[in-house]
């Protein structure tokens, strides 16, 4: 099976733009987690899609905000950038039924906010 | 919420030692511990987890071991190879939810030859 993959890869914004980053999960796969990786703070869970729903949040304000597609696809949005949004952005991938399984990352999207 | 603590940050041994790593964690509800592996300039990956009902798991030269009433569990790994350099991320899943992690903050594992 393909693993999963994220675009782009690299991102450069200045403050106040916004950004979509893209996440194609593992086929068959039907939740798609995103993360927010910094040296600072490490990962923190930002949101959880299930079959086109959100179905969990992490404690990022309203800025940051996300869809699922029918094909299980996930962006997810950051408006009005600010200059700590700068981060590498995982999204992970799971089965998302029958309690936890394992989720698989993808490579990340890093984005840097000049 | 959940809150994952994990120590050390750092961890140097030399080739062939052993290395150990303890991580605590704040919600009695969560029932699913991974441990992820992650490269410089790579994804994390998993390497081995564990569920509440279990006290340990073993797979060849990587254990982890779950105290639940103490709520801590920790990640060792015997035979220590210089490709186990990486930085390691223990989690747990808050209010036994099915798909979010709680990371800790890392630690960076430097083996010595």
């Known amino acids: 099976k393909a693993g999963v993959t994220q675009t782009p890869r690299y991102l450069i914004k200045t403050r106040g733009q916004q950004v979509t980053l893209s996440c194609s999960p593992i086929s068959g796969h039907r939740s798609v987690s995103w993360y927010q990786q910094t040296p600072g703070q490490g990962l923190q869970f930002l949101f959880e899609y299930f079959s086109e729903t959100q179905r969990n949040k992490g404690n990022f304000p309203g800025r940051f905000s996300g869809r699922q597609f029918s094909n299980s696809r996930s962006e997810m949005n950051v408006s009005t950038l600010e200059l700590g949004d700068s981060a590498l952005y995982l999204c992970?991938?799971?089965?998302?039924?029958?309690?936890?399984?394992?989720?698989?990352f993808g490579p990340g999207t890093r984005l840097t906010v000049l | 919420g959940e809150n994952v603590e994990q120590h050390p940050s750092t961890l140097s041994v030399q080739e062939g030692d052993s290395a150990v790593i303890k991580c605590t964690y704040s919600?009695?509800?969560?029932?699913?511990f991974p441990w992820y592996k992650q490269e410089l300039g790579k994804r994390p990956q998993l390497i081995i987890d564990?569920?509440?009902?279990?006290g340990e798991k073993k797979d060849q030269r990587i254990a982890v071991t779950l105290n639940k009433t103490a709520k801590h569990f920790s990640l060792h790994i015997t035979e220590t190879q210089p490709e186990d350099s990486a930085v390691y991320f223990c989690a747990a899943n808050p209010g036994g939810t099915a798909s979010k992690l709680t990371f800790g903050t890392g630690t960076r594992l430097q083996v010595t030859l």
């Open positions: 992970a991938s799971s089965p998302g039924t029958g309690g936890f399984n394992e989720q698989f």
């Open positions: 564990i569920r509440s009902n279990v």
């Open positions: 919600d009695s509800a969560s029932n699913y």
